[in-house]
C-alpha cells in the first residue's frame, strides 16, 4: 500500500476519496479541526488570549457570548445554580430549620360547644434561633417562623364525654388558609398535615372551634413545623 506521507511526523488522514497527507506541524502548534470540520490541521494558539480567572480558585464558566469568571466562595459555602439558572453561583448552604412544640389545654377543665379551646406549651425544642418563641392563649397558638415554605403536622388527643364535631382552623398572615372538621368520641386522635407558605412579618395560627359536645385536650398533643424551603 503507498502511504501519501513524505516526512518523518506526518500523519495519514481520509480525504473527499483517498487517504491524504496531514504534514507535521512546528514546535508548538497543536492540532485541530480545520474551519470548515473537513480535515485536520496544525495551528499555533493565540499567546495573546487571557484567562477571566484573577484569584486562586476561581473557575470559567461560558457566558452570553464569551468565557466568564466565577469567584471562589467563601469558607463552607457550596456551588450552584443560579435563581435564573443563566449561571453558576456560590451560596450558603440551605439549612433545613424545625420547631417542635408540646401543648396543653389551659387549665386541663372540659370544654363546651361554642366555646373555644386555649391552649399553652409544656415544651418548645428548635435547631434555629430565628423561629420565635410561640405564643398561646385563650384563643390558640401562634408562632412567627421565618420566610419560608413549612410542613406543619399536628396531633391532638381528645378526650370527649359525648359524640361531636371539632374544627380546626389555620391561619396564615390572619387569613383563613384551611379549615379542618373531625368527628370526636371518647380518646380520639386527630392529625392535621399542611404546607404552608409565609411571607415576611406574617405568622401561623391554630383555633379550634367545638360543637355539640363536651371535651378536653390531652397530654401528647404536638406540633411540628419542618421548613422544606
Known sequence: MRTPATTQG??????????ERVAIGTQGQVLRVN?????????????????????????IIRGTNSDERVAIGTQGQVLRVNPDASGLEYTNPYKRSFMHVNFNQIGGDQIGSGQPLGLEMTFVHTNSDDFTSPSTGSDGLRVAPP???????????????NDGEMNLKTWVGGTLVKS????????????????VIIGTGEYI???????????????????FFDKLA
Do not use: W
Not at 183 to 191: A, F, G, P
Not at 216 to 222: D, M, N, T, V
Open 35 to 59: 474551519p470548515d470540520a473537513s480535515g485536520l490541521e496544525y495551528a499555533t494558539i493565540d499567546a495573546t488570549s487571557t484567562t477571566p480567572t484573577t484569584t486562586q480558585g476561581d473557575i
Open 147 to 161: 420566610v419560608g415554605m413549612y410542613k406543619v403536622d399536628m396531633k391532638m388527643n381528645i378526650d370527649a364525654d
Open 180 to 195: 379542618d372538621e373531625f368527628h370526636i368520641t371518647k380518646n380520639t386522635v386527630c392529625n392535621v398535615s399542611n404546607v
Open 10 to 19: 506526518d500523519i495519514v488522514i481520509r480525504g473527499t476519496n483517498s487517504d
Open 205 to 223: 395560627e391554630f383555633t379550634l372551634d367545638i360543637i355539640d359536645c363536651v371535651m378536653k385536650l390531652c397530654p401528647g398533643s404536638s406540633i
